[in-house]
């Protein structure tokens, strides 16, 4: 009777334990599935044939463990349906996607039957499997690829030998990462397609455009093999690298230039030795800004085809018109090499520069005169001349800079005195009254390097566009008053109204005025009258006592030297 009670307990413990189990029954002749997580995403289902990576628990009903991938801590890596596995295993794999895990039951004679294996597995044993699955691929495996960004515009594409800067993140199959150039906060740099990456990769980086974002996922034939990378990549994994390519050059590349804007007309195009003002924005070629002269609101100011700037620039430059627009991409072998800059600029950067010309002169340059004469000319001005004109002053571009009709007068100005930049000067010579004339003065002739602080910029070409109104002739050169008529041989003593034989200075200028007002004298025009006769007084006071005696007082014409006086 004990015994009986004692096997009827028995029997009842074995039925709670199996209604416990969460499964449903396993019938003997085939597998029980249950999926216990499914991935929203499945592009891929495990077929015959695949090769597959998982990590398990074995079991038996009762919860004990008989074996574990995770505690060896490598997957299984097998082929399914290859006859490698327990047959049960084999079916229940079939059909499962990445990252999904299912609870398999298998019956004995699916498992290891009669026989089991060993001291693990008794013979007849149900057998539990928690299975994961990380890594699917085939034999016959290529490397896929999908754009999921792609720029609207797209000059070039990436071709074997080229060089290409990208970021990427790595990971494998199921999504665990195992590296990313971002964290590194530095792109990949390399050739392509001549060996230097996996083969994965070198397939999957052709054809992409520069800021194109592109999914690239390779088997392991492609990418590190049966033995991974030793490190972070397991054996027999799929790659899945996510990259955006921000590069692209060959080191066959020239620059290449993109007229934007031309002015109508161009007169003039730069050259070899020209000195160049211009404006840029500078961008690497996915975009990113670098630098720009507009920011500090100031020009560029440079030589061209001297080697001051980059050699692409050099080259970029030349052949332009001022006023002109360009985008000038060049390659990093006529940049700023491997090495870049630092910060802004990395090493084998292609660099793309918006420039506008804002003018450019050779030092060599002269000024340029055209001139509108009037039809009747009877005297054309010289040195010494006081004239009065109007003027527009601008830079090369168009930029107004400055104009004598704003102040409601002309300006005036004595000739060849230094009053007006030596281009003035320059211009202002051999003109009729009425004649008006654009004078394009290079900075040598203007002002200079320096320019006039908030007028005028450094190295600048000027414009003028002048009018002459008025002209007074000048003296002849080292004099500041002459006769217009005979002098008298009475001079000295006419000049001598107190007869006291000395000619003071109100006397001496007294006189001078007299001839002036009466014609019989002229001044130099142009200048303040009373400096001009003070001077002449001066030059004739010799022993500088304040009185001209008879013997001190001389005509010009009597003088070894030349003075500014009578």
């Known amino acids: 009777?004990?015994?009986?009670?004692?096997?009827?307990?028995?029997?009842?413990?074995?039925?709670?334990?199996?209604?416990?189990?969460?499964?449903?029954?396993?019938?003997?002749?085939?597998?029980?599935?249950?999926?216990?997580?499914?991935?929203?995403?499945?592009?891929?289902?495990?077929?015959?044939?695949?090769?597959?990576?998982?990590?398990?628990?074995?079991?038996?009903?009762?919860?004990?463990k008989f074996d574990s991938s995770y505690d060896r801590g490598?997957?299984?890596?097998?082929?399914?349906?290859?006859?490698?596995?327990?047959?049960?295993?084999?079916?229940?794999?079939?059909?499962?996607?990445?990252?999904?895990?299912?609870?398999?039951?298998?019956?004995?004679?699916?498992?290891?039957?009669?026989?089991?294996?060993?001291?693990?597995?008794?013979?007849?044993?149900?057998?539990?499997?928690?299975?994961?699955?990380?890594?699917?691929?085939s034999s016959d495996d290529k490397v896929q690829i999908q754009t999921y960004h792609k720029p609207e515009k797209c000059d070039r594409t990436v071709q074997v030998s080229d060089y290409v800067r990208y970021h990427y993140n790595g990971t494998l199959l199921d999504g665990t990462l195992f590296d990313s150039s971002h964290t590194r906060m530095r792109t990949y740099d390399t050739y392509v397609g001549i060996g230097w990456l996996i083969a994965g990769m070198d397939q999957g980086l052709l054809g992409m455009c520069v800021g194109e974002k592109r999914i690239i996922t390779m088997p392991p034939s492609l990418g590190y093999g049966e033995h991974g990378d030793g490190s972070d990549i397991p054996g027999q994994a799929s790659l899945v690298f996510d990259v955006v390519l921000l590069d692209l050059h060959n080191p066959k590349d020239e620059i290449t230039v993109e007229v934007q804007s031309l002015p109508e007309p161009c007169p003039r195009k730069s050259k070899e030795g020209d000195f160049m003002r211009y404006h840029y924005n500078g961008t690497l070629l996915d975009g990113t800004f670098f630098d720009s002269s507009y920011s500090r609101n100031r020009t560029y100011d440079t030589y061209i085809g001297k080697g001051y700037v980059i050699a692409g620039m050099d080259q970029g430059l030349l052949g332009v018109c001022v006023g002109e627009r360009r985008r000038i991409t060049i390659p990093p072998h006529l940049a700023y090499g491997e090495e870049g800059t630092g910060t802004k600029i990395p090493g084998s950067a292609v660099l793309v520069f918006d420039v506008q010309i804002i003018d450019f002169h050779n030092p060599s340059d002269t000024v340029e005169m055209t001139s509108e004469k009037p039809e009747k000319c009877n005297y054309t001005t010289k040195r010494g001349d006081f004239i009065k004109y109007h003027y527009n002053a601008s830079l090369l571009d168009g930029t107004n800079i400055d104009s004598s009709h704003k102040y409601g007068k002309t300006y005036d100005v004595v000739l060849g005195t230094g009053q007006v930049i030596p281009g003035m000067e320059e211009g202002l010579m051999e003109m009729c009254v009425g004649e008006k004339r654009r004078l394009v003065v290079p900075p040598h002739l203007g002002y200079g390097e320096r320019g006039v602080d908030g007028e005028v910029p450094g190295s600048a070409v000027l414009v003028f566009d002048i009018e002459l109104l008025g002209v007074e002739e000048g003296l002849p050169d080292g004099y500041m008053f002459v006769w217009n008529q005979d002098v008298s041989p009475d001079l000295f003593k006419e000049m001598d109204r107190n007869k006291d034989l000395e000619v003071d200075p109100t006397e001496f200028s007294d006189y001078i005025q007299e001839q002036?007002?009466?014609?019989?004298?002229?001044?130099?025009?142009?200048?303040?009258?009373?400096?001009?006769?003070?001077?002449?007084?001066?030059?004739?006071?010799?022993?500088?006592?304040?009185?001209?005696?008879?013997?001190?007082f001389k005509l010009k014409a009597e003088e070894a030297a030349a003075h500014d006086e009578l």
């Open 1 to 64: 009777m004990i015994e009986r009670l004692t096997g009827r307990m028995i029997f009842l413990a074995f039925l709670v334990s199996f209604v416990a189990c969460n499964a449903p029954p396993v019938p003997l002749d085939d597998i029980a599935v249950e999926k216990t997580f499914t991935p929203e995403k499945c592009d891929r289902a495990v077929q015959t044939g695949d090769f597959v990576r998982y990590h398990y628990n074995g079991m038996f009903p009762d919860g004990k």
């Open 74 to 137: 490598s997957t299984y890596n097998v082929f399914v349906g290859r006859g490698q596995l327990i047959v049960g295993m084999d079916k229940a794999l079939l059909g499962m996607c990445v990252n999904e895990r299912r609870l398999v039951k298998i019956p004995p004679e699916l498992a290891y039957g009669k026989n089991g294996y060993g001291d693990i597995i008794p013979p007849d044993s149900i057998l539990h499997f928690d299975v994961l699955l990380l890594d699917i691929w």
């Open 516 to 552: 002036v007002n009466e014609g019989k004298g002229r001044l130099a025009p142009g200048y303040d009258a009373h400096r001009i006769i003070e001077s002449m007084y001066h030059n004739q006071d010799r022993n500088k006592d304040g009185r001209i005696t008879e013997d001190e």
